[in-house]
């Protein structure tokens, strides 16, 4: 079971860092995906899972930092992305949830990590808060350039679910999918083919039932593969292989034998 979603440099997990990998792998975690959000963080994030080759590792400024625009070009990338610890550009996207005044530059810094993406052949993992309309209009600029990329915790409409199927894209589903004011997110997924779905956990934020509250972290994305697999009327053994199976397809740069 992999947690293509956490941030394992926030506070709350990483001066608890032992305790987390050894809850994970006692909750047959197997890989994870860490997810840096501004780039002066990288080297320290780098340093604190270097030692773990089960653990990767993105490359991005998260959208609600954009004040921070003019601090990321692509040569920033460049020397980021020689590490084979990064599979992954983002997150990145549009947030009109917390910074609705800033459009302008968080499509510049958005339209700078896609063409990171197209020129390392990684993945773009894509935050979204009120803005579908928004990065639709600009990811359909780019469709003749086989971008790949998810749509991470994944609250979207039919519209969005639709569009992503529709160009092959990934959606993770987080915790908010065990939420019970999450019907409308349920009757959105409820047809979603499993080939297009990851699970994730975005801890420390999102714990899933039953741990709703508490601080989350990587292990309890159980909960959420559990819910799922009992949503989608499958074994959890087979739910797990199958969302594994797209974490490898969609993020190529890591390795299938590398594995807590």
Do not use: W
């Not at 997150?91 to 990590?113: A, K, M, P, R």
């Amino acid at each position: 079971m992999i947690d293509s979603h956490c941030h394992l440099n926030f506070k709350e997990l990483s001066e608890n860092f032992q305790n987390i990998i050894n809850n994970s792998k006692l909750n047959n975690i197997t890989s994870m995906l860490t997810i840096n959000t501004d780039p002066k963080d990288f080297e320290d994030h780098l340093n604190l899972i270097k030692n773990y080759n089960f653990i990767y590792l993105s490359f991005g400024l998260h959208p609600d930092k954009v004040e921070l625009f003019n601090q990321i070009q692509l040569q920033n990338f460049d020397i980021a992305c020689k590490n084979e610890k990064v599979i992954a550009i983002g997150e990145t996207g549009i947030d009109l949830y917390h910074s609705h005044n800033q459009l302008n530059e968080q499509t510049q810094v958005f339209e700078t990590h896609i063409q990171a993406s197209i020129k390392h052949s990684l993945p773009l993992i894509i935050h979204q808060r009120n803005s579908e309309k928004e990065i639709i209009d600009i990811l359909k600029h780019y469709k003749s350039n086989n971008l790949k990329l998810v749509f991470h915790c994944f609250t979207g409409s039919h519209q969005l679910l639709n569009f992503c199927l529709d160009n092959n894209y990934y959606i993770s589903l987080s915790g908010i999918i065990t939420f019970k004011n999450a019907s409308n997110l349920r009757d959105v997924i409820k047809n979603a083919p499993l080939k297009s779905i990851l699970i994730e956990t975005d801890s420390p934020f999102l714990a899933p039932e039953p741990m709703r509250g508490k601080i989350n972290e990587p292990s309890y994305v159980k909960y959420t593969a559990e819910y799922l697999s009992s949503f989608f009327n499958i074994s959890l053994e087979e739910f797990e292989k199958i969302t594994d199976n797209n974490f490898f397809n969609l993020f190529t740069r890591a390795k299938r034998d590398n594995y807590l």
